[in-house]
């Protein structure tokens, strides 16, 4: 395994509660009849985890199985539905999992070495646009020795290969309900996870039991969870004051996350918990567009867009100005874009139009989605507007949709100018360069530049101190400045808003920010 020293103390998901609240009891309380009800505003745009990059991963996490997964408190990748895993050469170049015994999917398939291989060559063979076949890049081949001995032959190094793996992205399915030439399309799971799907109502609900059938590290503390999926933050926090959910992840607005804590009286019986996060927002431009393809209409927005008042006015401290697409808190965090733009200037960005031979205002479309980021969103892209048109330089229009129609658009190049979020699927700067470069970048815009993925991603790749690759990732944001392709704007931090009988919420988010539901428990009553 790689990446400790620096992991620990980088991108450890440090808790704090913030409103004060009864104390936790033992893990070993009662779970009897514990059911929990957790409200979101990011619904699963997809059931089968060969097409999941994105938020549905929430879901995978508590009813799939990886080979290797993040148990609470774990920042390095461990067994789970392997018995152990490691590489077998000096070069991180074939990585050897065997498989624990007796483990069996829900419908009661065997959960063999094929069943491995044909979960994770499926995603690779359907090669979804958006989807997680990006992360495979330096997968060439799956062998399978016996049932329970699979080997990944890399095409290339990779020390990250482990907590590619540990993704659900990654997630073992049963090759009887999972054809290996489509996506499984009946709205229904099968998987080994801590839990079973019920019952799934697209956009409203998931229902979640235990699987009787489970074996792996999660100990689960409650009986069954309904997730709930809000289409906005105010109706998800109003039935979190009613009882009619247990807590909230994902999705409150600034604006609640600081009433939450702050107007105690009006929210008497809930606590907020704050958990350091990695998740980042940013700008995508459409080289293709003919405005923002010209370099010069880039650079000027970047030399007008204020951070500073943007995270004031819109996130109220909940959010932090980002000037590099490697956040802090992980190793190779710089601040390239303020080195090279310094603070917002209309006259800097004027002659930087002007000298591009560009005199009148640039008409530009801003496109972001509404029910995947928070409610947040649309005073965020009012606020960016707003700037850009302060400047006299820019006259924006703003547009929106619902997140699947949205990612169906940006995955078609149908966008100018396109908010997305990224919440890593790994704490190390790699997953916050490589996905979005290279001819399958995540953005759904193709991002070739030679000497990030032929040069300075594999040596990095090299080194399982990932303490040591700093220089590569400082190379690689310089580049991602002179381009401007993507303009990072803010990194988050992660709210957790539940009711103070709610225990576990401090140990539920592992190191991908995903919840792992199990953690989650109502105390005994005093």
Known sequence: MFYRASLQASAALASLSLLAGCGLLSDNSSETDQHIAVGTTSSPSTLDPAAAWDGS???MRNVFQTLVSFPTGSTSPEPDAAESC????????AYRCTLRSGLKFSNGEKIDAEAVKHSIDRIVKLKVKGGPAGLLGSLDRVETKGDDTVVFHLRKADATFPFILATPAMSLVPPGEYPADRLRDDGKVTGSGPYVLKAYEPGSKAELAKNPDYKGFAHRKNTS???RYFDGSAPMVAALKKKEIDATYRGLTAEEVVSLEDNKSDNEGLQVIETVGADIRFLVFNPADPASGK???RRAIAQLVNRDELVAKVYQGTAEP?????????????TSFFDSFGDPDTGKARQILSSAGIDEPVEMTFWFTTDRYGSSTAPEFAEL???LEASGLFKITLKSAPWKTFQEGFTKGDYPVFGRGWFPDFPDPDNFIAPFVGKDSVTGTPYVTKEITQDLLPSSRQESDRGAVAKQFRRAQEILVDDVRLLPLWQGKLYVAAGEDIGGSERALDPQTVMQMWELYRKASW
Not at 322 to 334: D, N, R
């Open 57 to 59: 991963w929430e879901l």
């Open 86 to 93: 490691r590489f077998t050469d000096a070069t991180s170049m």
């Open 225 to 227: 969870v309904t997730i």
């Open 295 to 297: 370099l010069a209409v």
């Open 322 to 334: 980002l000037y590099s697409m490697v956040p802090k808190g992980i190793a190779g965090h710089t």
């Open 385 to 387: 507007k707003r700037q």
